[in-house]
């Protein structure tokens, strides 16, 4: 599915320097305190494909900052601040062939600055990285990324949670997570820095997501190359993430009914290519047809 709708997405778009293209996934749940603004009350796993037009970004204003939907939990700035070099340690271990890390600043989207130091991976290929979506490589990689991830994510918050804890069960690396994180100092110091002060200020205990949630994307970059990363800031808005900016958005029905039907006839073309695919049936509308 995501390989159909990303090349689309790229047929349509192929400009960067007009359009910056993501897709991706991005998990909820409920581990997430229920008193903050837009939790869901179950687990959620979402798709997301979109399409910005840099001109209307390039002139958007900025809103508020201090919007709280807007947030996130500081996993991120946690990771990166105190564990940078683990983080990206345990990830060059994992078995990746078309999936390259990114050269510093490669993959940077100079409109925003995203991926903030976040370790990024550019999908090789002459193409810019198009064709290797069609190959089931990719895809087995594109999921360890995620398997890394969420090893990463659970070791660290055992330790936290319990000194000198054993490896969470299930995991899918236990050699990697024994050889480069449960013997490594700066994991072990900043476990026990968390711990401390969840000891202390059980409302930053509270605060904490203790369970792996994600956002994995692939976008294009200012050069035209397809890059993945994956955040574990995962609060908020992934829309807002991508951009490292929040723009301002307000209502404005008469502007949706201008733009409502070219977007509906992409959406009809997507959905025609998922089912010629054998991804799904058509569904019929008062407003179009199943086919």
């Known amino acids: 599915m995501n390989q159909i709708i990303i090349e689309y997405m790229l047929e349509r778009y192929p400009d960067p320097a007009r359009h910056l293209v993501l897709a991706g996934e991005a998990s909820l749940d409920a581990t997430w305190p229920l008193t903050s603004p837009g939790v869901p009350s179950i687990r959620m796993l979402h798709n997301h494909f979109i399409v910005f037009d840099q001109g209307e970004l390039h002139a958007a204003p900025l809103a508020d900052a201090a919007n709280p939907n807007l947030t996130d939990g500081g996993q991120h700035s946690l990771f990166q601040a105190h564990m940078r070099e683990v983080y990206r340690a345990f990830f060059e271990g994992l078995d990746l062939q078309i ?65 000198n804890a054993a490896l969470p069960r299930d995991i899918h690396f236990p050699d990697l997570v024994e050889n480069r994180l449960q013997f490594n100092n700066d994991f072990l ?8 002060r969840c000891i202390g200020d059980a409302k930053y205990a509270n605060a904490i997501r203790w369970q792996p949630a994600f956002k994995q994307l692939i976008y294009r970059n200012d050069q035209g190359r397809l890059v993945v990363t994956i955040s574990q800031n995962s609060i908020g808005n992934a829309i807002t993430e ?50």
């Open 242 to 291: 991508l951009l490292g900016v929040v723009v301002r958005r307000t209502p404005d029905a008469d502007a949706y009914g201008r733009a409502e039907p070219a977007l509906i006839a992409q959406l009809l073309e997507v959905r025609r290519r998922l089912v010629e695919a054998d991804l799904g049936e058509g569904i019929a509308t008062p407003h179009w047809a199943a086919v």
């Open 99 to 163: 999936l390259r890390p990114c050269d510093e600043g490669a993959s940077r989207i100079a409109l925003t600055g995203y991926p903030q130091g976040l370790p990024s991976w550019e999908i090789q290929g002459a193409d810019g990285g198009l064709a290797a979506l069609k190959e089931v490589r990719f895809w087995k990689e594109y999921d360890t990324l995620l398997k890394g991830f969420i090893d990463f994510y659970r070791s660290f918050f055992s330790q936290v949670s319990t000194r």
């Open 189 to 196: 110091k900043t476990a026990k820095m968390v711990r401390e």
